[in-house]
C-alpha cells in the first residue's frame, strides 16, 4: 500500500485528516476517498478557509466549467511534478480555478458563459481588487479557457465581449499613484526595530538589507547562507532567478538570534528553513496564502504608529535607495530581478569576489542611508 500524502494522516479515531491554514480538516474514513479529497482540495481550502464545491459529473448536452477545471488542474499538477512550473505556480492556477468556480459554479456549462455574465464578473472584480489585480485575474481567468480551446476540450472559447478586459496602464498606474509611495523613512524603519520580536526584527533587517519579502524569509535555507563570507546565494522563490546579497554585521546578528530562539522543528518543511514560526511551522511558502508574516508586522505596525506600513514596503524602499548607487546589474542581483535572456544563459558564479563586491556597495549606500536616520530616532 503506498504512503499517504505528506499532510495527510490517520486519526486515533479512525478517519482521515489534515491541518491546512491552522485549521484541521477531517477526510473521512475510507482511504482511497481522503486521499483524493485531500489532493484535490488543499489548495482550495488554503485558499479561502473552506471545503471546495462537489464535483459534478460531465453534462449530458455540453462541457461544465467544473470538469474542465478539473482537466486543467490535472495538467498543471503534471507541470508542477516534471518541473516545469514551480509549486507557487501551481498553487496560482488552483486558486484561479476556485475562483471561477465560487463565481459561476461548478456545474455551469461553458457555453452558457456569455457576455453579459463576463461583464457582471468583471464587475465585482473591479468592486473587490486593485486595477493591477484585476488585471492579473482576467489574464489568468482567460488562460484557462485559452488552454482547453487548444487541447480540443472546448470546440470554441467563451465570448468574453469587450467588457471583460484588463484595465487600461493608465488607470493602473492612476491607483498606484493615489495609494501613495510604498517607501519607508528610516525613521518609522527604527521605530519597527525597537519595538520588534526576535524573528520581526530578522525580518526587518533582512528586509532593508537584502529586499528579502514575507516569501524570501519564509523559505529561506540555511545552505543559502554564508556567514564566513557573510553572504546570501538564495535563487528568488518566484521565478528561481539567481540573486546574491552581501549580510550586514547587524543582519546576521538578528538572523543568529531568531535562529537560535526558536522551537524545533513541527513538520518536515520547517526542517529545511533558517527561520519558524514559535509552533515550529513555515512562516510562508511561495505562492500560498497561508502568510505568517503579514498579520504580526501589521500588528508591530500599528503599534509604533505607522499602521500602513506594509511588509513588501522594505523591498520598494531597498531598491529606491540602491539604485542610486547606478549599479543597476548589482541592483537586479540583489532582487532576483531577470536580466536579459543571453546574458542569464552566459552569466555563472554570481557570489565570485566581483560580484560580491558590487553588491556590497549597493547594500552599504542603502546602510548608511538607514543609520543616517538612526539619530533622528
Same mark, same amino acid.
Given at each position: +500500500?503506498?504512503?499517504?500524502?505528506?499532510?495527510?494522516?490517520?486519526?486515533?479515531?479512525?478517519?482521515?485528516?489534515?491541518? $491546512?491554514?491552522?485549521?484541521?480538516?477531517?477526510?473521512?474514513?475510507?482511504?482511497?476517498?481522503?486521499?483524493?479529497?485531500?489532493?484535490?482540495? /488543499? &489548495?482550495?481550502?488554503? &485558499?479561502?478557509?473552506?471545503?471546495?464545491?462537489?464535483?459534478?459529473?460531465?453534462?449530458?448536452?455540453?462541457?461544465?466549467?467544473?470538469?474542465?477545471?478539473?482537466?486543467?488542474?490535472?495538467?498543471?499538477?503534471?507541470?508542477?511534478?516534471?518541473?516545469?512550473?514551480?509549486?507557487?505556480?501551481?498553487?496560482?492556477?488552483?486558486?484561479?480555478?476556485?475562483?471561477?468556480?465560487?463565481?459561476?459554479?461548478?456545474?455551469?456549462?461553458?457555453?452558457?458563459?456569455?457576455?453579459?455574465?463576463?461583464?457582471?464578473?468583471?464587475?465585482?472584480?473591479?468592486?473587490?481588487?486593485?486595477?493591477?489585480?484585476?488585471?492579473?485575474?482576467?489574464?489568468?481567468?482567460?488562460?484557462?479557457?485559452?488552454?482547453?480551446?487548444?487541447?480540443?476540450?472546448?470546440?470554441?472559447?467563451?465570448?468574453?465581449?469587450?467588457?471583460?478586459?484588463?484595465?487600461?496602464?493608465?488607470?493602473?498606474?492612476?491607483?498606484? $499613484?493615489?495609494? *501613495?509611495?510604498?517607501?519607508?523613512?528610516?525613521?518609522?524603519?527604527?521605530?519597527?526595530?525597537?519595538?520588534?520580536?526576535?524573528? +520581526?526584527?530578522?525580518?526587518?533587517?533582512?528586509?532593508?538589507?537584502?529586499?528579502?519579502?514575507?516569501?524570501?524569509?519564509?523559505?529561506?535555507?540555511?545552505?543559502?547562507?554564508?556567514?564566513?563570507?557573510? $553572504?546570501?546565494?538564495?535563487?528568488?522563490?518566484?521565478?528561481?532567478?539567481?540573486?546574491?546579497?552581501?549580510?550586514?554585521?547587524?543582519?546576521?546578528?538578528? +538572523?543568529?538570534?531568531?535562529?537560535?530562539?526558536?522551537?524545533?522543528?513541527?513538520?518536515?518543511?520547517?526542517?529545511? /528553513?533558517?527561520?519558524?514560526?514559535?509552533?515550529?511551522?513555515?512562516?510562508?511558502?511561495?505562492?500560498?496564502?497561508?502568510?505568517?508574516? +503579514?498579520?504580526?508586522?501589521?500588528?508591530?505596525?500599528?503599534?509604533?504608529?505607522?499602521?500602513?506600513?506594509?511588509?513588501?514596503?522594505?523591498? @520598494?524602499?531597498?531598491?529606491?535607495?540602491?539604485?542610486?548607487?547606478?549599479?543597476?546589474?548589482?541592483?537586479?542581483?540583489?532582487?532576483?530581478?531577470?536580466?536579459?535572456?543571453?546574458?542569464?544563459?552566459?552569466? @555563472?558564479?554570481?557570489?565570485?569576489?566581483?560580484?560580491?563586491? /558590487?553588491?556590497?556597495?549597493?547594500?552599504?549606500?542603502?546602510?548608511?542611508?538607514?543609520?543616517? *536616520?538612526?539619530?533622528?530616532?
Amino acid at each position: +500500500m503506498p504512503p499517504l500524502p505528506k499532510g495527510l494522516y490517520l486519526h486515533k479515531r479512525g478517519y482521515y485528516c489534515a491541518t $491546512i491554514a491552522g485549521k484541521k480538516w477531517n477526510f473521512g474514513r475510507d482511504r482511497t476517498s481522503a486521499v483524493a479529497a485531500f489532493l484535490s482540495e /488543499r &489548495a482550495y481550502i488554503k &485558499a479561502y478557509g473552506k471545503r471546495a464545491p462537489v464535483r459534478v459529473a460531465e453534462s449530458p448536452t455540453g462541457r461544465t466549467l467544473g470538469s474542465l477545471c478539473e482537466l486543467f488542474l490535472d495538467h498543471q499538477r503534471q507541470r508542477v511534478k516534471a518541473g516545469d512550473l514551480t509549486e507557487g505556480e501551481g498553487v496560482t492556477r488552483e486558486q484561479t480555478c476556485a475562483r471561477l468556480i465560487s463565481w459561476f459554479d461548478a456545474d455551469t456549462e461553458v457555453a452558457e458563459l456569455g457576455p453579459e455574465v463576463w461583464a457582471a464578473y468583471r464587475v465585482r472584480l473591479a468592486d473587490e481588487y486593485a486595477p493591477s489585480t484585476v488585471a492579473s485575474y482576467v489574464s489568468r481567468d482567460r488562460q484557462v479557457f485559452r488552454w482547453a480551446y487548444d487541447e480540443g476540450i472546448i470546440d470554441k472559447p467563451p465570448r468574453f465581449g469587450a467588457s471583460f478586459r484588463a484595465p487600461r496602464e493608465e488607470r493602473i498606474r492612476a491607483a498606484a $499613484i493615489a495609494k *501613495g509611495e510604498k517607501v519607508i523613512t528610516p525613521e518609522q524603519w527604527w521605530a519597527l526595530e525597537r519595538e520588534a520580536s526576535t524573528h +520581526m526584527r530578522a525580518f526587518l533587517w533582512l528586509g532593508i538589507n537584502c529586499a528579502f519579502g514575507a516569501t524570501d524569509f519564509g523559505t529561506l535555507e540555511p545552505k543559502a547562507v554564508d556567514l564566513d563570507r557573510m $553572504i546570501l546565494n538564495f535563487p528568488r522563490a518566484k521565478k528561481s532567478t539567481p540573486r546574491l546579497a552581501a549580510l550586514w554585521p547587524e543582519t546576521a546578528e538578528a +538572523m543568529n538570534e531568531a535562529r537560535s530562539n526558536q522551537p524545533p522543528a513541527a513538520t518536515n518543511e520547517a526542517r529545511d /528553513r533558517w527561520f519558524r514560526t514559535r509552533t515550529g511551522r513555515v512562516w510562508k511558502n511561495e505562492g500560498e496564502p497561508n502568510d505568517q508574516v +503579514m498579520p504580526v508586522f501589521i500588528k508591530l505596525a500599528g503599534a509604533v504608529g505607522h499602521p500602513k506600513v506594509r511588509p513588501s514596503w522594505l523591498k @520598494h524602499t531597498f531598491e529606491t535607495e540602491a539604485l542610486k548607487s547606478r549599479d543597476d546589474f548589482a541592483v537586479d542581483l540583489v532582487r532576483g530581478h531577470k536580466e536579459r535572456h543571453i546574458r542569464r544563459v552566459y552569466r @555563472h558564479r554570481i557570489d565570485d569576489p566581483e560580484y560580491v563586491e /558590487r553588491v556590497r556597495a549597493v547594500t552599504d549606500r542603502v546602510r548608511t542611508w538607514l543609520w543616517a *536616520g538612526s539619530s533622528a530616532t
